[in-house]
C-alpha cells in the first residue's frame, strides 16, 4: 500500500458527461500528480500541484481540469468526454521540495467511456 | 526533448533463467532515474531510484544499474511471481518540477 488513495475505482458513464476523479496523497506530502494510462500509450503525465498551486502541465486537454485544496487532496475533473479518454487515470504523490524524490503512485481510476 | 526507450517490449523467461531489461535516456540533465513494477490494473509499485552514473542497488532478485546513457534492471533466477510490467522513469534537471517520464515499459512473463 502506497499510503496514496484515489476514488472512485472504477466509473462508467456516457459520452459528453463530466466526471470528477479524486486523490489523497501520502500523509505529508505536497506535491501531487495526475498520469493517464490508456492501452497503446505509457504513463503520460499530464499534471503536477504543490502545495495547493500548479506546478507543471503536462500533456493535459482543455476539456481536464484539476485543483488541489487547502487540505492537499486534489481532484481530476473530465468534461465533455470522449470515447478516447478511456484510460487508468493515476494520482501520484511525493513529499515535494526535495531534489529527485520518490514519488507513490495510487492504484488508479478505471474510466469507462460508452 | 527529454526521452525514455525500454527494450525488450515484452521477454518471457523460465524460472531461474536471469535475464536483463534495458532502459535507454535522453534527458538534458538527469536528477534520478526511477524503476517501478507494475501489475495489470494496479498502480506503478516503486523498486528504485538512480542518481548518477555508476551506481547500483539491489533488491531481492533484482539489481539495477546507471550509465549516462542508460541503465538495466537485471533479474536473477526469477520466480513467477516477478512477472509483471517494468516501467523506466527519469526526472530531468531545471525547471519547478520533479514530474517523471515514463518508457512504455517491458512486460516480462515467468513461466514455472
Known amino acids: 500500500d502506497s499510503g496514496v488513495t484515489q476514488t472512485p475505482k472504477h466509473l462508467i458513464t456516457a459520452t459528453g458527461q463530466r466526471v470528477t476523479l479524486r486523490c489523497s496523497p501520502r500523509?505529508?506530502?505536497?506535491?501531487v500528480y495526475w498520469y493517464q494510462q490508456s492501452l497503446d500509450q505509457g504513463l503520460q503525465f499530464l499534471i503536477q500541484?504543490?502545495?495547493?498551486?500548479?506546478?507543471a502541465k503536462g500533456n493535459i486537454l482543455e476539456r481536464f481540469s484539476a485543483q488541489q485544496f487547502p487540505d492537499l487532496h486534489s481532484e481530476l475533473n473530465l468534461s465533455s468526454l470522449e470515447l478516447g479518454d478511456s484510460a487508468l487515470y493515476f494520482c501520484?504523490?511525493?513529499?515535494?521540495?526535495?531534489?529527485?524524490?520518490?514519488?507513490?503512485f495510487g492504484e488508479g481510476s478505471w474510466l469507462t467511456v460508452v | 526533448e527529454d526521452q525514455v526507450t525500454q527494450s525488450p517490449e515484452a521477454l518471457r523467461l523460465q524460472e531461474g533463467e536471469s535475464s536483463s531489461l534495458n532502459c535507454s535516456y535522453t534527458?538534458?540533465?538527469?536528477?534520478?532515474l526511477f524503476w517501478y513494477r507494475q501489475d495489470p490494473g494496479k498502480g506503478p509499485e516503486f523498486l528504485f531510484t538512480?542518481?548518477?552514473a555508476g551506481e547500483e542497488k539491489e533488491k531481492e532478485r533484482l539489481k539495477a544499474t546507471l550509465t549516462k546513457k542508460e541503465s538495466f534492471l537485471h533479474i536473477t533466477a526469477p520466480k513467477p511471481e516477478d512477472s509483471a510490467t517494468y516501467l523506466c522513469?527519469?526526472?530531468?534537471?531545471?525547471?519547478?518540477?520533479?514530474?517523471?517520464?515514463f518508457g512504455t515499459g517491458t512486460l516480462l512473463a515467468v513461466q514455472p
Open positions: 501520484a504523490s511525493s513529499a515535494g521540495g526535495a531534489i529527485g524524490n520518490t514519488i507513490y
Open positions: 500523509s505529508g506530502d505536497l506535491s
Open positions: 500541484y504543490y502545495n495547493g498551486e500548479e506546478r
Open positions: 534527458v538534458s540533465g538527469l536528477r534520478g
Open positions: 538512480l542518481y548518477s
Open positions: 522513469a527519469v526526472q530531468a534537471k531545471g525547471g519547478a518540477t520533479n514530474k517523471l517520464i
